[in-house]
């Protein structure tokens, strides 16, 4: 794994993706640190890093569209998918060589709260929490990134798909207040979930059989809470999408709170992207 990470690296550096990732990020960061601070004499910094989450939309496609992408264009994925090297070993290189140069960018940016600490007393719980929830969320859309990288051998097709999703995270936050609410929206919504986890079952373990048998069973059950308790299904699309939602989450850390379910939920939802992405290659490897 450390051959890949250094490998990666070194690409990073010795072309111009890492430093356009670098230098766009620090001259966002450093506007808004200018306006929201210097400019106003406001000792709040976690404003600053809550008004330009949406630079993940720009510089993460920068820092992820050509990990697996370009391995896929040029061959050199064979060579990677036939080496002694597990494909955990080589996800994971990958993933934490963009996640070191965004590491070093967020570390540049801590020079700011320590500007202000000069001139006024800087909220130092609510800043480091701050600073955690921006890493988790960075490395969650990171990982999204590498996965819809390993779909396609064209980086420009990788940048524009994994902007997409990214935008979709904002969107669904944007139009949470229009999604239905009533209790049969609901259910219709929860049934489709179980379809749709049914058909991924059947994609993932090709077993007709098995996928079938939890899809029947999930339907009963959700059907059975619909008898006995119908009040779940109040308000449960809304429910659903701002669960699920990495923006709304993140806000919970520019309170100063380490809110341990959020910790838990980023990871997961790393580790689930990453899972996504081994099993493309593992694909790939046997195809």
């Known amino acids: 794994m450390s051959a890949v990470l250094k490998k990666e690296l070194k690409i990073y550096f010795?072309?111009?993706?890492?430093?356009?990732?670098?230098?766009?990020?620090l001259l966002i960061s450093g506007f808004f640190f200018a306006v929201s601070n210097l400019f106003s004499a406001s000792p709040n910094y976690t404003s600053?890093?809550?008004?330009?989450?949406?630079?993940?939309?720009?510089?993460?496609p920068?820092?992820?569209?050509?990990?697996l992408s370009e391995e896929a264009r040029t061959k050199t994925d064979q060579l990677l998918l036939t080496s002694p090297l597990k494909l955990t070993e080589i996800v994971l290189g990958k993933y934490l060589a963009a996640v070191g140069v965004f590491v070093l960018t967020i570390a540049i940016t801590i020079l700011y709260p320590v500007?202000?600490?000069?001139?006024?007393?800087?909220?130092?719980?609510?800043?480091?929490?701050?600073?955690?929830?921006?890493?988790?969320?960075?490395?969650?859309f990171i990982s999204v990134g590498l996965f819809i990288?390993?779909?396609?051998?064209?980086?420009?097709?990788?940048?524009?798909?994994?902007?997409?999703?990214?935008?979709?995270?904002?969107?669904?936050?944007?139009l949470e207040s229009a999604l239905p609410t009533d209790r049969t929206a609901g259910f219709v919504f929860v049934l489709i979930l179980v379809g749709?986890?049914?058909?991924?079952?059947?994609?993932?373990?090709?077993?007709?059989?098995?996928?079938?048998?939890?899809?029947?069973?999930?339907?009963?059950?959700?059907?059975?809470v619909y008898?006995?308790?119908?009040?779940?299904?109040?308000?449960?699309?809304?429910?659903f999408f701002k669960w699920f939602s990495l923006l709304s989450r993140y806000q919970k850390f520019t309170n100063g709170l380490l809110d341990l379910s959020s910790i838990?939920?980023?990871?997961?939802?790393?580790?689930?992207?990453?899972?996504l992405t081994i099993r493309v290659l593992e694909k790939r490897r046997w195809s």
């Open 14 to 25: 010795s072309t111009p993706t890492g430093y356009i990732f670098m230098g766009f990020f």
């Open 149 to 174: 990288s390993s779909l396609t051998e064209n980086q420009f097709v990788a940048a524009v798909v994994t902007f997409a999703a990214l935008l979709l995270t904002w969107v669904i936050d944007w």
């Open 48 to 60: 600053v890093l809550g008004n330009i989450t949406f630079i993940f939309l720009v510089v993460v």
């Open 62 to 67: 920068v820092l992820t569209m050509r990990l």
């Open 115 to 140: 500007i202000l600490s000069f001139y006024g007393d800087v909220p130092f719980g609510e800043t480091v929490g701050a600073y955690i929830g921006f890493f988790l969320l960075g490395c969650a």
């Open 196 to 224: 749709l986890i049914a058909g991924w079952l059947y994609m993932t373990l090709r077993n007709i059989i098995i996928s079938a048998i939890s899809g029947l069973i999930g339907a009963g059950v959700f059907i059975a």
């Open 227 to 239: 008898i006995l308790k119908p009040d779940f299904y109040d308000n449960a699309i809304v429910r």
């Open 264 to 275: 838990v939920y980023y990871l997961s939802f790393i580790f689930v992207f990453i899972f």
